[in-house]
């Protein structure tokens, strides 16, 4: 089944803590997106990559940290320098980073900050 | 002014009740405008997608697009409490190089079906 994958699920993390979550797509997509989502507030874009190795900053990097080494994977690291990391963050791809090209997303991670 | 505004509900309808639900926004170089429907706790899906002004039927689903008044909805038809969801609006516009993203997300209106 072609599709995005995040992990964990759930994931717990003391204050200070940097932690890293991950995202696996098989779509053969070359962009790839990391959302925050917050109740009230939307999908707000933290970062984008349209190729590997390759990444830009969104509305909300500061905080943040991501990679690209391989067209499938896109971890995002959430530093202890986010001072608001609880939230429910949510990766998404799509066949290009073009006008029109859909998105789709993974199922997830809520993130909780102890 | 912010780019698109959605009414974040929640709206509460009956079993078989027509739903529409609207999205409104700034930008008229918007060309491209998707629905996501997302449930609790999950990832969004796309359901809609149009492209330019006009209409989209898919099912009980349709979209529609008038972009001299810069406005999109999607109707639910005979909607059932399988549609209880929330549902985002998406739009993006012609890609200038060095912007941040190609989607633009309304904030999502919660929608409940009662039996």
């Known amino acids: 089944d072609g599709g995005i994958t995040q992990s964990p699920k759930y994931l717990f993390r003391k204050e200070g803590q940097n932690v890293t979550l991950s995202c696996e797509q098989n779509?053969?997509?070359?962009?790839m997106y990391w959302y925050r989502q917050d109740p009230g507030q939307g999908l707000r874009l933290i970062y984008y990559?349209?190729?590997?190795?390759?990444?830009q900053k969104g509305d909300i990097a500061e905080g943040y940290s991501v990679s690209r080494e391989k067209k499938e994977s896109f971890p995002l690291t959430v530093t202890s320098a986010q001072k608001n990391p609880t939230a429910f963050y949510l990766c998404?791809?799509?066949?290009?980073?073009?006008?029109?090209?859909?998105?789709?997303f993974g199922p997830g991670t809520r993130l909780t900050v102890l | 002014q912010k780019e698109v505004e959605q009414d974040p509900g929640p709206l509460s309808v009956p079993e078989g009740a027509i739903v529409s639900l609207n999205c409104t926004y700034s930008n008229s170089a918007f060309q491209y405008f998707m629905w996501y429907r997302q449930y609790s706790r999950k990832g969004p899906e796309l359901l809609m997608y149009?492209?330019?002004?006009g209409n989209k039927e898919d099912g009980r689903f349709t979209a529609q697009v008038d972009k001299s008044s810069k406005y999109i909805s999607l109707f639910i038809r005979d909607s059932q409490p399988s549609d209880s969801a929330t549902y985002l609006c998406?739009?993006?516009?012609?890609?200038?190089?060095?912007?941040?993203?190609?989607?633009?997300f309304g904030k999502g209106t919660k929608l409940s079906v009662k039996p």
């Open positions: 990559s349209q190729i590997v190795n390759d990444f």
């Open positions: 998404a791809s799509s066949m290009r980073l073009a006008q029109g090209d859909t998105q789709y």
């Open positions: 779509l053969n997509h070359d962009a």
């Open positions: 149009t492209y330019s002004s």
């Open positions: 998406a739009m993006s516009a012609i890609l200038i190089w060095g912007s941040q993203g190609n989607l633009i």
